[in-house]
């Protein structure tokens, strides 16, 4: 089978070859429905949990992992058209706020009602592989003094009171990072009457890093990047 | 399984006399108003029974003399709208807010009014100097919400109540799909950390008439002890870090990261998701990786040893831990609490002993119970379930058998259907009943849900500065818990 083709995961989308005939086997197999095969063949990364199950569903074999994007800058970008160049993560400068933080930010991360598999990959990223200290991000204990606001989950009906309050309460300026495909799109949780379609409808996301669940290298990438710290 | 008239009360204390106890307790819509099913479901080692009695809108408690069902008639109050005559407690558990003449779990849509907020009311415990400290659901560290309402004169806690359901994205009823549409990947995520052990229970539920390979057993069951030690080991690590003491901490989040990335060696997958389907799993993972992680798994035990040594060889720590969110095993066994926190109480059970799945009953295991009921029996009941682990994932490497790696003939018919399995945080149970090719009902309980009542008895008499340290030394699960 195609195991080897799925080394270094973190760095990898599912994406369509030339060949690909667009009979929508992978779209109708997609637990997300994050891939759409009429009139060409695209991803949404914000919806996509890369199962693979697309991979696996093509009758011709012409899903293959590709290089992917780390984040977005707009929701929109995360969607990447088969044989297109994402337009994700090409912005040169991050988003306005960034460039008042310079350097060392504070971060709080906010759990709206996730799974806590991106929490547990968030809370990695302060162990002594990843020493995201090193580099200024530092977790604190209140929103009152973060810079940098990272949310996991759905946005659940009741979480969102907890999350407005949270938004505001810290002060400008402020960068509020959407993790994973359910911050994102709602992910596998969207569909339902209670999880909410993704955080943007309650609090203005400004960055959108797309996995279920992003590994911490692509979320301290996404962050460093955006933060103009990574040369 | 076994259909009773109108009461199922006598039942259920023959069978509790007999030695069952009572695991899973729901309601399952009718197919015409008012026409409902309560669900009781008992386990016992090497058997489970199903009771069944019809109930319209209401029906007798069990809760006075069965407090362990006391939080699963709250739930069936709260979500069908049926009445427990004679429970004494029925303040909201997931819902923060109510629409007036609808219940979730109904099975018409939820109409369009405007829903009131369900406030969270006051611990009720009075007296010169007793204040009240509400704390979350917005918490201090990366967790899951909650609120946690303390009541405390000084420093020692009088009483604890925990208000969840932040995180409840309405699983039960999104599940309630064509069974033959394939939800692992929903199953997985109710809670993402426990997403193999829930994969399981939910692909086990629907293999009640299929032959899964030996192989795929193998496999699943190297990923169900693999995922036991990464949780494990981030429990350990949390109850040091809550304890304020940071070098074992950062050692044991490091062992953490060590098992994640060899999960994603093995799997591609950092925390194993993915890989379970009915009828086996998706990907084979060639003998040579299991050669090349062998000594890496004998190391973990090394691990572990050098993380357990800093513990218990630093008297400051042992000091916090000792004696510390003593849970007796009276209480545990009266709220009905599973896992490693009913094993650290002296309560030897675990399902992959008492009712194996996959392929535990040709494995040698011995089971982790220790009787101090504290922080530090939790602690160490983890320690010896990762060392068990690493026997296991041992003997299934030895054991490893070729051949196919999925059934494809997963076969779907009506009826009801139970998978069970030994989360790392407990018994863990999905409960699918399917009509006419559609489920109708999927209940999931995961092993939270009956521990988060044995933490409101731990922490009592403790004080504030130590709830920190005993919630991490529970480490339940949020998401798991509200579904």
Known sequence: MRSAELESPDLRMPMADAGCTGCGSCAEVCPERAICAERGWS???????????????????????ADAPDYALRREDLVVRAGEAPLAGR??????????????????????????????????MSNKYYDMERFGLKVTASPRHADVLLVTGPMTENMADAAVRTYRAMPEPKIVVAVGACAISGGIFGEGSVAGSGIADTIPADVFIPGCPPSPRRVMRSLLKVLGRDH | MVSEGDDPRVLVDAMKSRGYRIANMYACEGMGSGDRALEIILVCPGDVVRVTTRIDSSFTSLAP??????????????????????????????????????????????????????????????????????????????????????SVAGEPILRLRVYLGYSHRGIERMLETPFSRNNSRMAERIAGDSCVAHGL????????????????????????????????FGD???????????????????????????????????????????????????????????????????????????????????DRAETTGTLSRAAAEEVGAVGPVARASGVAADVRKDNPYEIYDRLSMKMAVRGGGDVLSRV????????????????????????????????????????????????????????????????????????????????????????????????????????
């Open chain 2, 380 to 483: 160490m009941v983890r320690a010896d379930e990762v060392t068990e682990s690493v026997s296991l994932i041992l003997q299934c490497l030895n054991r490893m058998e070729d051949g196919p790696i999925r059934s494809e003939d997963v076969a779907y018919r009506d009826g009801f259907y139970l998978g069970m399995t030994e989360a790392p945080r407990g018994e863990l149970m999905h409960c699918i009943h399917v009509r006419k090719g559609m489920i109708w009902r999927y209940r999931v309980r995961d092993p939270s849900f009956c521990n988060w009542p044995a933490l409101e008895a731990a922490v009592m008499g403790n004080i504030v500065p130590d709830f920190p340290l005993i919630n991490k030394s529970f480490g339940l699960s949020y998401s798991g818990n509200d579904l």
């Open chain 2, 201 to 232: 229970a939910y692909a086990q539920a629907l293999e009640s008439n299929t032959e899964v390979p030996v192989r795929a057993g193998y496999i699943r069951t190297v990923c169900a002890e693999l995922e036991r030690i990464s949780c494990h």
């Open chain 2, 236 to 318: 350990i690590a949390g109850a040091a870090q809550d304890g304020g003491f940071a070098v074992p901490a950062a050692y044991g989040e490091g062992l953490r990261e060590k098992t994640m990335r060899l999960n994603e060696f093995l799997t591609g997958s950092r925390m194993l998701m993915n890989i379970i389907v009915p009828g086996g799993v998706r990907r084979d993972i060639p003998d040579g990786k299991f050669e090349a992680i062998e000594n890496r798994v004998m190391k973990i035990k090394y691990d572990l040893d050098e993380l357990m040594e800093m513990l218990t060889e630093t008297p400051s720590y042992m």
């Open chain 1, 91 to 124: 912005s040169e400068d991050g988003p306005g706020a960034a460039r008042a933080l310079k350097g060392s930010v504070s971060i709080r991360v906010l759990d709206t009602g996730s799974c806590n598999a991106c929490d547990v990959e968030l809370a990695c």
């Open chain 1, 43 to 65: 991803v949404d990364l914000g919806r996509c949990i890369f199962c693979y199950d697309c991979m696996d569903s093509c009758p011709e074999g012409h899903i293959h992992p």
């Open chain 2, 65 to 150: 003399e069965n407090p362990e069902t006391s939080l699963y008639e709250r739930e069936i109050w709260e979500m069908h709208g049926v009445r427990p005559i004679g429970h004494p407690d029925l303040r909201p558990l997931r819902m923060r807010t109510r629409t007036e003449g609808w219940w979730p779990m109904s099975k018409s849509p939820r109409p369009d009014r405007p829903a009131e907020t369900v406030g969270i009311p006051p611990n009720g415990v009075t007296g010169e100097g007793v204040f009240e400290i509400p704390v979350g659901p917005v918490h201090a560290g990366i967790i899951g919400p909650g609120h946690f309402r303390f």
